[in-house]
């Protein structure tokens, strides 16, 4: 009884350790870690929560899904009234936003809305980012209505494209459970992120960078432990922690290390393992090799709280948003010194 005693306060503060751990990097605590030469700014607060971060000229734009809200990271409000706006691409001579099961296009000046696709299903994720291919097609990511179960509509669980002027769309990849963002890089071509199932322990399956195949299955329901890649389906070209969820992806930017085949994606953590995993901003440089693209990952920035979507500014740097704070802009730069 005496022995119980003493080690009850030691099991009550491994418990809070334990506890604590798990909610830090969703409550704003945390001390982000950067490569050596980089700094960090935090340049806007209070945007509730950020899912895309778009450069209209110098002027940074922010999707807010929780408000459903396009705001200007002054907090300007552009357009209100929107269902979890996820993504936004801007054309020559519109607006294309992504909302939960639906793809609108407005004018420049955020009016006139146009309906180009409408009731897509939601349920564990919906739709997320669009982006334009060099093509003038959009790209739309469509989620998984679950987390492994056969959909009743074949437009979740994939990668569609969009006509931007008449809606017209159909399905280019399937298996792709839940891909929140992509990007164009020349000489490769497009690639995106998708985050695996939550059912099959704490080691599988990998998150996943894609190259795009138009016609391809990416392997959602029919992969396992034993049999990661199936035949007939796409293996990834780089690999991350199983359920740490990578997300959003961007293009090198001019004051950032790499070449013009890197690309940076957020890792936004989980909560399907016992410890949190995630929180950081990964640096991938692909090279081609016998067997195709193949990208090496390495961390670039730890302990960054909830980041979401990422993106080049015009001025050559690194920013991203948090869910933290209450939804957060950081700025990533070379130290003045360094």
Not at 69 to 74: F, G, K, Y
Request: contains cysteine; negative net charge; charged residues 20%.
């Amino acid at each position: 009884m005496k022995l119980r005693r003493e080690l009850l306060p030691i099991v009550l503060v491994l418990i809070f350790l334990i506890v604590a751990r798990e909610i830090f990097p969703y409550a704003g605590v945390m001390n982000a870690k950067l490569q050596d030469g980089y700094e960090q700014e935090t340049i806007a607060t209070g945007l509730g929560g950020p899912t895309c971060l778009v450069f209209d000229g110098d002027l940074l734009l922010v999707c807010d899904r929780d408000d459903g809200r396009i705001v200007t990271i002054d907090g300007e409000v552009l357009l209100s009234g929107l269902i979890h706006p996820h993504g936004m691409v801007l054309l020559d001579d519109g607006v294309v936003i992504s909302e939960e099961g639906k793809l609108t296009r407005y004018d420049s000046n955020f009016s006139n809305p146009v309906v180009l696709v409408d009731g897509i299903p939601s349920g564990n994720h919906q739709t997320n980012a669009v982006n334009l291919l060099p093509n003038g097609t959009l790209i739309w990511h469509s989620g998984s209505t679950c987390n492994h179960c056969d959909e009743d509509d074949s437009r979740n669980a994939a990668l569609l494209w969009v006509n931007a002027t008449t809606g017209e769309h159909g399905i280019l990849a399937t298996g792709v459970r839940n891909s929140f963002d992509g990007i164009w890089v020349d000489d490769i071509g497009y690639l995106f992120s998708d985050n695996g199932q939550d059912a099959e322990g704490d080691d599988f399956p990998d998150e996943e960078i894609n190259l795009l195949v138009e016609g391809a299955d990416y392997g959602w329901l029919v992969e396992s432990v034993d049999d990661p890649n199936p035949v007939g389906t796409e293996a990834p070209v780089a690999t991350w922690t199983p359920h740490t969820s990578v997300n959003g992806m961007t293009t090198r930017p001019a004051n950032m290390p790499g070449d013009e085949h890197t690309v940076y994606a957020t890792v936004y953590g989980s909560w399907a393992t016992l410890l949190p995993k995630g929180h950081q901003i990964l640096k991938i440089d692909f090279e081609l090799t016998d067997n195709g693209w193949v990208g090496d990952v390495e961390i670039f920035a730890e302990d960054v709280g909830t980041p979401l979507p990422i993106t080049g500014g015009p001025d050559g740097n690194l920013y991203y948003a948090t869910f933290d704070h209450g939804g957060a802009v950081h700025v990533i730069s070379p130290q003045a010194n360094s």
